[in-house]
């Protein structure tokens, strides 16, 4: 019921019912039916009653009334935005979220649907989702563990393409490490994913992931380029034996499942979209995600267990190596060999070095397009070069081109600090 009780009833009926229920005429389920009340309202009743009976004025006591609802009404512009989400597909937690990030009102996904009630615009109630069959420990420490899982889906409507979507979360604080959107789930596309989230949040020890062919061999002991680009920096790759042993992550896709294809209609973001202003949106949603949405497990944003954690001590991350090689540990190397000229061919392009004809060599082809040619090929012993050995090296065989083009290049001179020489073309 919702009138309250004062308005509902006579007052001497409830002291009637009360007095009968204290004498012990009548018991509890018979008090709760007469006043059509609560067991909780009930007892706060009878005290309240008690109360007054033992400071002499029982025969005028009247049961309290709230204050009513004295909250603001909400702004014509969300109610605006409220309506035009839930009418693009947004759920009520999600409608929210995006009320905090866009207006700085905080709503609870309760008073969405509240208000979708009031207004008929409440979508039918989804059926609740099966639990885990599978459990496991939480870690302990930030950075000891993240899982990274890769979900296709047609994110942009039944009639566009399925497209990857890569999600990465700390096990010990939820917190999303990564979440980018990608044309084709393929090795360079993970190994961008995977430099943007170490250089954003550092090195973890291990990474979570499922038996897909980028991560795990058909040999026993034969080990994927994905595997040895982090054991080059010491992380682990750790196997789960099915997707509900890595359910953290899984539940992170049904967020983005039900978030982002709704998001996208309403924002008039397409398949045509370049990919960078997709991820930029992608990114501003995940960061106010973790910032500003309690975990109803830990009782506390992602972002405030992540500080929790580290302030006790509690990580388990290393910082990003300041070395030459880390930007070519994570881009796509090819075994080249030097033709008449001191030409490299490569795709249809020739790229002039001052490396002798026949010299086998190494081509790294970085996401920005630049090309890059050196002797040697990463190597750990090569990663830990010292100030005094770089000065030593010979600085004959290195060459990096930016390509804007594929037959023109103006060729240009400068010094890096690895420990080999550097071509630049624009």
Same mark, same amino acid.
């Given at each position: 019921m919702k ?25 509890r389920?018979?008090?709760c039916?007469s ?8 007892y706060?009743?009878?005290t309240?009653y ?5 400071e ?6 009247l049961?309290g ?5 004295h ?8 109610e605006?935005?409220i309506r ?9 937690a999600?409608?929210?979220?995006e009320?905090?990030?866009l ?13 979708a ?11 609740p ?5 599978v459990?496991? %420990? ?5 950075g ?8 296709p ?5 039944p009639?566009?393409?399925s ?5 990465m ?11 980018a959107?990608y ?6 596309a993970y190994?961008d994913f ?21 991560f795990?061999s058909n ?17 682990s ?9 890595k359910?953290?992550v899984?539940r992170i =896709?049904?967020? %983005?499942?039900?978030?982002?294809p ?15 202003e997709?991820?930029?949106h ?9 910032r =500003?949405?309690? =975990?109803?497990?830990?009782?506390m944003?992602p972002?405030e267990? %992540? ?8 990580s388990?991350?290393?910082?990003v190596p ?7 540990v994570?881009?796509? %190397? ?5 033709a008449q ?6 795709r ?7 490396m ?6 190494f081509?790294?082809? =970085?996401p ?10 990463r190597k750990?012993a ?9 000065d030593r090296?010979?600085?004959r065989f290195?060459?990096?081109f930016?390509? &804007? &083009?594929? &037959? ?12 080999l ?6």
């Amino acid at each position: 019921m919702k009138t309250q009780l004062a308005n509902r009833l006579g007052a001497p009926h409830i002291r009637h019912v009360l007095d009968q229920f204290c004498l012990g005429a009548i018991d509890r389920g018979q008090s709760c039916e007469s006043l059509g009340i609560s067991q909780a309202s009930l007892y706060k009743l009878r005290t309240g009653y008690l109360r007054a009976k033992a400071e002499g004025h029982a025969e005028t006591w009247l049961p309290g009334t709230s204050g009513g609802n004295h909250a603001p009404s909400w702004p014509g512009e969300v109610e605006q935005f409220i309506r035009q989400a839930l009418a693009s597909g947004y759920n009520n937690a999600f409608t929210a979220s995006e009320v905090d990030r866009l207006f700085g009102l905080r709503l609870a996904r309760s008073q969405v649907r509240a208000w979708a009630i009031r207004t008929g615009l409440a979508q039918p109630s989804r059926p609740p989702r099966l639990p885990a069959h599978v459990r496991r %420990w939480q870690r302990s420490f930030v950075g000891e563990l993240w899982q990274m899982d890769a979900t296709p889906f047609q994110w942009f409507g039944p009639d566009g393409p399925s497209l990857p979507l890569l999600d990465m979360i700390d096990d010990c604080s939820r917190m999303q490490t990564g979440c980018a959107l990608y044309r084709r789930e393929i090795v360079p596309a993970y190994l961008d994913f995977l430099r943007k989230s170490f250089e954003t949040h550092g090195l973890p020890l291990e990474i979570y992931v499922d038996h897909a062919r980028a991560f795990k061999s058909n040999k026993d002991d034969s080990i994927t380029r994905i595997g040895k680009r982090l054991k080059f920096y010491d992380i682990s790759l750790v196997f789960a034996n099915s997707p509900e042993a890595k359910g953290k992550v899984e539940r992170i =896709h049904q967020v %983005w499942q039900d978030r982002l294809p709704a998001y996208f209609r309403l924002n008039a973001i397409n398949a045509d979209t370049p990919d960078e202003e997709i991820n930029r949106h992608i990114g501003l949603l995940y960061d106010h995600r973790n910032r =500003h949405e309690p =975990h109803r497990e830990l009782h506390m944003t992602p972002r405030e267990a %992540w500080n929790t954690a580290v302030r006790e001590g509690r990580s388990k991350l290393r910082p990003v190596p300041k070395e030459p090689w880390w930007q070519y540990v994570w881009v796509n %190397w090819y075994k080249v060999k030097v033709a008449q000229g001191g030409y490299v061919f490569f795709r249809n392009e020739r790229f002039p070095t001052r490396m002798p004809t026949g010299t086998r060599a190494f081509l790294y082809e =970085h996401p920005d397009g630049k090309i890059s040619i050196l002797k040697n090929t990463r190597k750990r012993a090569h990663s830990r070069l010292s100030s005094s050995q770089t000065d030593r090296a010979d600085p004959r065989f290195h060459s990096t081109f930016a390509r &804007s &083009s594929f &037959s023109t290049f103006e060729i240009s001179t400068t010094k890096i600090s690895l420990p080999l020489y550097s071509r630049g073309a624009c």
